[in-house]
Every structure is written in structure tokens, then in C-alpha cells.
């Protein structure tokens, strides 16, 4: 098994978007593969798509900082992993913990 120590960390992201408009609100969930640099550029659209278009209704009012606090928990993870030493062939999955709390 030859191994290229160059090649990127994969990582798999699960983030959610949310738009709404009066009293219609979407949210999706989705997710991500890519390296570390890729994933924190996927992060910061989907938080700026949430900023802009999840608070135009009233459940978006309530579904929106839920949605910004758990991609934020996901982008934590991906920083504080991407940070430590790479496991051989590793891909690393990321995803909101339950009830937005963060793993120590």
C-alpha cells in the first residue's frame, strides 16, 4: 500500500440550509466531502445563504439560529480535527451532535 503524504485529509460534512419567505420556510440537509480548506469555503456560504435568506418568516425566525448553531458545531469539529495528526487512510465524518452540544 503505497501512501501519498502529500494528498489531503478527506472529510465529510453534514450541513443545513434554510430558506424562507413569509409563512413558506425550507430547510435541506446536506453533505460534504472535500478537504479541510474546501469544507471552511462550503461553511461560510452556507452560513452566509442563512444569514441572508432563513429569517424571512416566522418559523424561519425560529428554525435559523438553530440551523447557524449546529453548522457552527460542525465547523468546530472540522477545525479542531483537521488541526491533529491524519490516522492512515483517513476520512473523518462530521456531524451535528445531539442537542448542539460539543464533544470534549
Not at 12 to 28: C, D, F, G, N, P
Not at 30 to 41: I, M, N, Q, S
Not at 42 to 49: F, G, I, L, M
Request: glycine share 4%; hydrophobic share 45%; charged share 25%.
Amino acid at each position: 500500500m503505497s501512501e501519498d503524504l502529500n494528498a489531503p485529509r478527506v472529510f465529510i460534512a453534514e450541513l443545513s440550509k434554510v430558506t424562507s419567505y413569509v409563512y413558506w420556510m425550507r430547510t435541506v440537509s446536506f453533505e460534504v466531502t472535500g478537504a479541510a480548506e474546501e469544507l471552511e469555503v462550503v461553511c461560510r456560504k452556507v452560513r452566509r445563504h442563512n444569514l441572508l435568506a432563513g429569517w424571512w418568516s416566522l418559523p424561519g425566525i425560529v428554525r435559523t439560529p438553530w440551523v447557524l448553531r449546529r453548522n457552527a458545531d460542525v465547523r468546530r469539529q472540522l477545525r479542531a480535527l483537521a488541526s491533529r495528526p491524519a490516522v492512515d487512510d483517513e476520512v473523518t465524518l462530521l456531524a451535528p451532535t445531539p442537542s448542539g452540544s460539543s464533544l470534549g
